[in-house]
């Protein structure tokens, strides 16, 4: 007996120690891993690489939640839809936090994350698309916005629900809500009238389906959640993210393409290679560089660029006036800086593809190309002429009393003789009178390669020629 009851003490003995053990075992293995990632900015590239880094990171290590700590008036559509689709393939649940506001584009990344969490006094709405200056853009761009909200809305599913003999399908998020958060025209009774883009505050969220609950900061949003027991770890870009996320601002991709084609256009007004042409490419190499460590830009964009200068360069150096090869030239330089900005699966995919796609890397590309040349064509003319670089233009004066002319005096002979067109004249080019090659414009309309000409007239040493029928 007495040994029997030994066992017993000793087995209570070891469940007393054996309880508190197996207790804090549960409550380790319960222990929920947050990984939060900031978006407190416009939602530019640079918020783009942080959910694609900040995804890879909380997948390699294991997180049970993805938090999205958002503040945001909104940014570029094609970046949000980006980010958005992120969201919606996630295999990881992805939670968001409203802290403050969540507008235009971060109202679209919001609706597509699992859980909305909204701090008093937040909103969330109006995804109208606008241009750079707040103007309403045309209703083709505000049809993909809609489709995009009312497709993320649904993406999110629905729930079954049975009153007596009744099944009724209530979505989680109700399409049309998020439809009239982009179109003025939608009426929904008692949420809101025709004329008016709709705006959820923190209460109104809640109500209707678009917001979980409400809180103040991170830990109440796990208490809301139920999650007594979590870690939190926090997305910190590197120095090469944030380089990467500078570079590829879209102002700053406008401004490096300015200084592209304003380095070009200076170095073909001044004798040598020098710094434009430098300047040049290394713009150009901080431009497509970052575009290609993101996997925007694949060799062929690069390509394509390059073979577009060198069209230009021909056109300009080897051939006299400017016809197709440099109309060609500056075409494939156009759609080599636009197509770098252009993520390539978008291109690859028809589906999903959206004119905005193109549209708005078009505009930035055809803006910066003219205000380079702008630039270009004034700095080339204050530096010729300024004393802080005395060698790039010819300073002494030639006085005719020395022997010194502007013209040759052979041109002047020529008028009224007869020669040959040896490249098309349109309406510059060269000809060949008696076995020399003169530079010729014509008179009347442009002259094939080949034709005979006459020349009528010399204008300060221009030879001005016709064809001869």
Request: glycine share 8%; charged share 20%; proline share 4%.
């Amino acid at each position: 007996m007495k040994t029997i009851k030994f066992k017993r003490v000793l087995a209570f003995l070891f469940l007393i120690y054996l309880i508190p053990t197996i207790s804090a075992q549960d409550s380790t293995s319960q222990k929920k891993l947050v990984y939060k990632i900031n978006i407190k900015e416009n939602i530019m590239p640079a918020a783009w690489r942080s959910v694609k880094v900040g995804f890879d990171e909380a997948k390699q290590k294991n997180a049970d939640i993805i938090l999205i700590h958002l503040n945001t008036y909104g940014g570029m559509v094609n970046i949000a839809d980006s980010i958005r689709t992120k969201f919606l393939n996630s295999t990881i649940p992805v939670w968001v936090f409203i802290d403050n506001q969540a507008a235009s584009a971060g109202a679209l990344i919001s609706i597509a994350c699992d859980s909305i969490y909204m701090r008093k006094g937040g909103s969330i709405g109006a995804a109208t698309v606008v241009d750079q200056s707040g103007k309403v853009v045309p209703d083709k761009f505000q049809s993909f916005m809609r489709s995009t909200m009312r497709a993320t809305a649904e993406a999110k599913g629905y729930d079954t629900i049975i009153t007596g003999s009744d099944t009724i399908l209530k979505w989680r998020r109700d399409p049309r809500i998020a439809e009239a958060m982009v179109d003025p025209s939608i009426y929904i009774e008692g949420i809101i009238d025709t004329g008016k883009v709709l705006t959820f505050t923190t209460e109104e969220a809640i109500k209707y389906g678009y917001c979980e609950g409400k809180a103040e900061n991170i830990n109440e949003v796990m208490q809301h959640a139920g999650i007594k027991e979590y870690t939190v770890i926090e997305f910190r870009p590197s120095l090469i993210d944030g380089i990467i996320g500078f570079l590829t601002n879209p102002m700053v991709s406008g401004l490096l393409i300015m200084v592209i084609i304003g380095g070009i256009y200076f170095e073909l007004q001044t004798p040598g290679i020098g710094f434009p042409i430098a300047a040049a490419v290394v713009a150009a190499i901080l431009y497509f560089a970052p575009l290609y460590i993101e996997g925007l830009v694949e060799n062929w964009e690069i390509v394509i660029f390059i073979l577009g200068v060198i069209l230009v360069m021909v056109e300009i150096f080897a051939i006299p006036g400017f016809g197709i090869t440099g109309i060609s030239g500056i075409i494939l330089m156009v759609a080599g800086l636009t197509l770098a900005m252009v993520d390539n699966e978008t291109l690859r995919d028809p589906v999903s593809f959206n004119i905005l796609t193109i549209l708005k890397p078009f505009g930035i590309v055809v803006l910066s190309v003219f205000l380079g040349l702008i630039a270009g064509i004034y700095l080339s003319r204050k530096a010729l002429t300024s004393s802080l670089f005395p060698n790039l233009a010819l300073q002494n004066n030639l006085p005719n009393e020395d022997g010194y002319i502007g013209i040759d005096s052979k041109i002047k002979s020529k008028v009224g003789a007869e020669g040959t067109a040896i490249t098309t004249l349109r309406p510059a080019g060269k000809v060949e009178i008696d076995g020399e090659w003169f530079d010729a414009v014509a008179e009347f309309g442009y002259i094939e390669k080949g034709s005979k000409i006459k020349i009528t007239k010399d204008e300060a040493g221009q030879l001005y020629v016709t064809k001869i029928s």
